[in-house]
């Protein structure tokens, strides 16, 4: 008996359960459960409120969800075109194997096609070896001199001066008030500094990987 048939239609507010659900499964695959906290609310407005960050493709066989893909668009300056990102491609366990995940990549490279993207860019784990093979036929490039680099949680909060830094600062700015600075007897001699050396970084790629 034949397979029914595959259907891809784009993701709408409707569908926010289904698409939570998908994000949850994938996160499983990827054994990063811990870290999946995605709730309804944060879909449904940053996927399909007044400012949407992202776009989604829901994967259907015989009206049932078996997988999603969920993107952006990027800019590339050397080329001068924008640049479909891939943040999640996923396809339930069972339903793996049955073209499914080449559907939607198809489905994709039509809309990166049509909105005038000059590439598809994602990340695979590197441990994934089935989806890195897949990927690899259909003629994609894997970058492994590129490093994936992350700002979250405290470190960014730092970099963007909140909370501890502007405390410290209002007190400086505090310490400092009322104060008269004094003259000074004689000239301070200018010290000599060496230039500094350059020095060498290493860096240890870690590929992130999705099927």
């Keep these: 008996m034949a397979a029914a048939r595959l259907t891809i239609r784009p993701g709408t507010r409707r569908d926010v359960p289904t698409i939570l659900a998908l994000i949850r499964g ?3 695959y990827e054994r990063l459960a811990h870290e999946c906290v995605a709730t309804p609310t944060g879909i ?5 409120g007044r400012r949407r960050y992202f776009e ?8 049932r969800p078996i997988g999603f893909a969920l993107y952006f668009f990027t800019y590339s300056t050397f080329l001068a075109r924008p640049t479909l990102y891939l943040e999640d491609l996923f396809v339930t366990p069972a339903e793996r194997g049955h073209g499914a995940g080449r559907a939607l990549l198809r489905a994709l490279a039509r809309i990166a ?4 993207c000059g590439r598809m860019e994602w990340t695979v784990l590197d441990w994934n070896r089935p989806a890195i093979r897949v990927y690899r036929h259909l ?13 979250t949680g405290p ?11 502007r405390r410290g600062s209002a007190r400086a700015r505090s310490a400092g008030r009322g104060r008269t600075p004094r003259a000074s007897a004689r000239p301070r001699r200018r010290q000599r500094t060496a230039p500094p050396r ?3 970084s290493r860096s240890v790629r870690r590929d992130r990987a999705r099927s």
């Design 44 to 48: 449904r407005r940053d996927g399909f």
């Design 198 to 200: 350059a020095r060498g």
């Design 26 to 28: 994938l996160a499983e």
């Design 155 to 165: 470190p960014l909060a730092r970099l963007a001066g909140i909370s501890g830094a």
């Design 56 to 63: 989604t493709l829901i994967c259907r066989r015989a009206g």
């Design 113 to 116: 096609m049509r909105r005038r």
């Design 139 to 151: 003629g994609a490039a894997l970058r492994r001199d590129w490093i994936l680099t992350r700002l």
